[in-house]
């Protein structure tokens, strides 16, 4: 009787642990696509007040290539903040 109940106690105590991991990675994961967003944004942000700036200037094709720049710039760290995510999804 003692061993099925140390048993059992072990088997639960192993199914919590695993599923509290679980939850932190998921946790985890969403804080670096979240941060991944924000870095986005910031870029394409800054970007924008460049290619407006450019544009009061007169300079309609610097504006363009700021505009571009930005957008690629968000690319890479939307795909960064997914490497990330993953990363932290297997952790």
Known sequence: ????????MAFFFACGVGSVATQ?????A???EMK???????????AENKALREEA??????AAMERGK????????KTKAKGKELKAKTE
């Not at 009787?1 to 140390?6: S, T």
């Not at 924000?38 to 800054?46: A, D, F, H, Q, R």
């Not at 200037?57 to 610097?62: F, L, V």
């Open 1 to 8: 009787m003692r061993k099925v109940a140390i048993t059992a």
């Open 24 to 28: 932190a990675g998921e946790t985890k």
């Open 30 to 32: 969403k804080m670096e």
């Open 36 to 46: 991944g967003e924000v870095k986005s944004m910031n870029e394409e942000t800054k």
């Open 57 to 62: 200037k007169g300079n309609d094709t610097k």
């Open 70 to 77: 930005g957008k690629m710039k968000s690319a890479g760290e």
